[in-house]
């Protein structure tokens, strides 16, 4: 049999799906002719079908320089290159198909995905109109068209664009999973969520719908919903990290703190390389959620946290000394790193500092890592002498970005909260690194050299659980702005209602059994009092979850008041329906502390063992509400019997509340980035 009947009977038996005799084929022709063109191209095509990526490119690439005219062969070689993401070369190559087939509108669209890939947005676009002028009812043009505009934020016109493949073609898969896609970065969770059930009715195999339905479904606050599909992500692709890493914080969310660290060290047993894509994300997720969970001691917690570092920490980090600006009359240059210069709690402890740095002895740089910016952030921008968007930046690039602004003290807000930027500080872009506010527990990194605090929080003896130096700040150690336009304080809904109502707007994952165990006995010593529990989670089985929880502590549901929206005066106005606020623990609720005080709402608190579990007493010693501090579940008790006890006096109180924490060193903005920045020049006077 000659070798072009031994190809013809391969390329059937390959059209057939039966790769392995097809393959054998291909090999025995190329034993015989090591540079037959079509075999090598076959042969190519066969691996890249298996996902052998690096053997197709080798093999395509031979084929097209056997036959360097050839314009299927290059394209196919454009194609395996695009999947090994070597975009800019994958566009050279359609250029040469384009040359010599210049109307050949699948090179068309292939290369404009690879040009947009790039980031050519104006080219990409050119290619595809190309090719829709000359085949405009060709609904992969159109799918190419919505995911340049997509690229380049333009939502309304990627949707268009999508819309019209799937008219000409109503079971375009992909223009499905893209329609929704679109439809979630333009805020309409809803519709795209829609879009990908679509998808998944032609395709109930297809990763891809099943995990950006999961985000969307998160996004509406699903989580049954979410869980499934992550689940169902992970059926299809088991080792899909990123599936993992959401599924592991959807979990969290809902207060299922045990099988998320669970889901997340199974990501880190995956691979022991610390480069692994998701692992450093991973272990972060892993470390926050640890900290939520009552059964790890503090000395437990910084063991995992030094693991962390060590295993992150850049060699180029190790034993640097820089100089840095005292000289008189030199300003300092301070860079804060954050996510959430936006509608996030922590702009309410940043924004102030900002505000009131003082401009002519420190330059202010902001790092905003902000995924969604918007009017709090526009409010931020022109606080700072600098403002950069690292949103879409990779951290190699944020390094760079330090070291060309010659930052002087570099302040990580986030520790390991969701999307942080330790990886930068692990490179030690700055002389001077200090981690504050975002992150109540060490970062695990050698690299950042002090750690902001006060002697409430981290009392003396704490310091053994720092990797960092500590560094007190004088009578607490954040100061606190309200939003503006708050509502007013309102009189005492126990008055109206006739009895005591307790609330709690924390977290769920705050919600461990042992706070639970403690607020079902309080309720059972207070028999007419309710627990009102808010929070835009509480949906579908975490709610039946919750309930559960107390009547197995003989707290019947008819006394747990569970919410999940918000009226129409915003989340502070949750406030107006609760007396006395009950703290959490091991990690306990500054910010909503913060936010009852400022409503007239006391706060019962449990001073804890660590930073996560005294930051609420910190605040209320500020306050002057030391009153309101136990150090055991017998004085928790107590404490907020009492208070439920005297309506009259916890009338009053709430009445004079605001006005109390208005005139405390708390809300003293002005004096705290005072005592802020004499600890940056104490940073820098150790350094020089």
């Not at 692992?279 to 900290?291: E, K, V």
């Not at 950042?448 to 004088?474: A, C, Q, T, W």
Request: proline share 5%; net charge negative.
């Amino acid at each position: 049999m000659t070798m072009h009947n031994l190809l013809s009977q391969a390329v059937v038996l390959h059209r057939a799906g039966d790769l392995d005799a097809a393959e054998k084929i291909y090999r025995d022709v190329l034993r015989a002719e090591p540079k037959n063109p079509d075999a090598l191209h076959l042969l190519g095509v066969v691996c890249r079908q298996r996902g052998d990526l690096d053997c197709a490119l080798e093999l395509l690439k031979k084929a097209c320089f056997e036959s360097p005219s050839n314009p299927l062969f290059i394209s196919d070689w454009a194609d395996a290159l695009q999947d090994n993401k070597l975009y800019r070369e994958a566009v050279a190559c359609y250029a040469r198909v384009l040359s010599i087939d210049p109307d050949n509108v699948q090179a068309l669209v292939k290369s404009a995905l690879a040009l947009k890939n790039t980031g050519d947005f104006e080219t990409a676009l050119i290619n595809v109109q190309k090719a829709l002028r000359i085949k405009p009812d060709f609904p992969q043009a159109h799918n190419a068209a919505g995911l340049v505009c997509a690229a380049r934020e333009k939502y309304e016109e990627a949707i268009f664009y999508f819309r019209e493949a799937l008219r000409l073609d109503a079971d375009f898969i992909e223009a499905y999973s893209n329609l929704g896609n679109a439809q979630s970065a333009a805020g309409d969770f809803n519709a795209a969520i829609v879009s990908f059930k679509e998808a998944l009715s032609r395709n109930p195999d297809f990763f891809e719908a099943y995990y950006n339905m999961g985000n969307c479904l998160r996004e509406t606050n699903n989580f049954d919903e979410a869980i499934a599909c992550y689940k169902a992500a992970l059926r299809v692709k088991p080792l899909s990290v990123g599936s993992m890493i959401n599924l592991g914080e959807a979990l969290q969310t809902i207060g299922n703190f045990t099988e998320s660290e669970t889901v997340y060290r199974k990501i880190l047993a995956l691979s022991d390389k610390k480069n692994a894509p998701g692992y450093a994300m991973a272990y972060s997720n892993l470390l926050l959620c640890m900290n939520y969970n009552p059964a790890y001691s503090p000395e437990q917690l910084r063991e995992e946290h030094l693991r962390f570092g060590k295993l992150f920490l850049s060699p180029q980090a190790e034993a640097k000394r820089y100089n840095v600006r005292t000289t008189p009359g030199t300003k300092i240059r301070i860079g804060y790193v954050s996510p959430d210069f936006c509608m996030h709690p922590a702009s309410r402890f940043i924004e102030p500092i900002l505000r009131f740095h003082d401009k002519t002895a420190f330059d202010i740089f902001c790092y905003s890592d902000a995924i969604r910016p918007d009017e709090i952030s526009e409010k931020m921008r022109p606080l700072c002498t600098s403002w950069r968007d690292i949103s879409k930046t990779s951290d190699d690039q944020v390094v760079e970005l330090i070291k060309s602004d010659d930052i002087d003290i570099l302040v990580d807000l986030s520790g390991h909260t969701a999307h942080n930027r330790l990886l930068v500080f692990a490179k030690k872009p700055a002389p001077i690194q200090a981690s504050y506010l975002g992150y109540p527990n060490t970062t695990g990194l050698s690299a950042i050299d002090y750690y902001l605090s006060d002697n409430m929080v981290d009392p003396m003896g704490h310091d053994r659980f720092y990797v960092e130096k500590l560094l007190y700040l004088e009578n607490c150690f954040c100061t606190f702005m309200p939003y503006e336009n708050t509502p007013s304080v309102n009189y005492l809904p126990a008055k109206k209602a006739g009895h005591i109502t307790f609330g709690s707007l924390h977290t769920l994952t705050r919600l461990n059994a042992q706070v639970i165990d403690l607020w079902s006995a309080l309720l059972r010593t207070l028999a007419s009092s309710r627990l009102c529990i808010i929070r835009n989670t509480l949906v579908g089985s975490v709610r039946e979850r919750l309930y559960t929880e107390f009547e197995t502590r003989g707290i019947s549901r008819a006394r747990i008041d569970m919410q999940n929206t918000l009226p129409p005066g915003g989340h502070m106005a949750l406030f107006h329906d609760i007396d006395i606020s009950l703290d959490t623990f091991p990690w306990s609720g500054h910010t909503t502390a913060c936010e009852s005080l400022w409503m007239g709402v006391p706060v019962v608190t449990l001073c804890g063992d660590r930073h996560a579990g005294r930051m609420v007493s910190s605040i209320l010693t500020a306050a002057g509400l030391t009153d309101c501090i136990a150090h055991t579940h017998d004085e928790y008790i107590a404490i907020a019997r009492s208070l439920a006890s005297s309506p009259d006096a916890l009338r009053d109180l709430r009445q004079g509340l605001r006005d109390r924490m208005a005139q405390s060193v708390l809300c003293d903005a002005k004096g705290f980035t005072k005592r802020l920045e004499d600890a940056y020049q104490k940073m820098a006077s150790r350094l020089s």
